[in-house]
């Protein structure tokens, strides 16, 4: 019965320890220098999860990616030197905030001229159809509104 129990907790164990948080015991020697690297490590991507900051990765690369911001904050870089290093060495993909740039234009622009196009096509669609209810013999405006 014991070795029944003990198979069954070490393969429930087993079961959910992918699914385990990663904890960040990283204590840096100055609150604010801290601070900085909670903030510098929510700003930054997993490069092997992708949608996970390294502060939240449970995976080995999003441990060294903490050290690696750690070492350079205590070395005495700005937050904009950790991030334009990080982006060298890893790409705009790490920053969650990609900087604008002629390759990253795009990214930026892009939410203004969906929202643009989809107003001009509400736009057209609504005035399209006053039309052609005005040009309808059939229709009565006040069978609409009920």
């Known amino acids: 019965m014991n070795a029944k129990v003990v198979a069954l907790a070490l393969l429930a164990g087993g079961l959910f320890a992918g699914a385990l948080p990663a904890i960040d ?4 020697p100055d609150p604010a220098l801290q601070e900085r690297y909670e903030a510098l490590t929510h700003e930054l991507r997993c490069m092997q999860c992708q949608n996970q900051s390294i502060a939240d990765s449970p995976v080995g690369l999003a ?29 705009d993909f790490i920053l969650f905030r990609p900087r604008l ?26 005035r399209q159809r006053a039309r052609l209810a005005a040009n309808d013999p059939d229709f009565n405006a006040d069978d609409s509104e009920r």
């Open 25 to 28: 015991t990283t204590q840096l």
């Open 63 to 91: 441990s060294d990616l903490r050290r690696e911001v750690a070492e350079q904050l205590v070395a005495g870089k700005s937050d904009t030197q950790v991030r334009e290093y990080m982006a060298a060495r890893y790409g």
């Open 101 to 126: 740039s002629a390759r990253t234009a795009w990214l930026w622009a892009l939410p203004g001229v969906l929202l643009l196009a989809g107003g001009v096509i509400a736009w057209r669609v609504v």
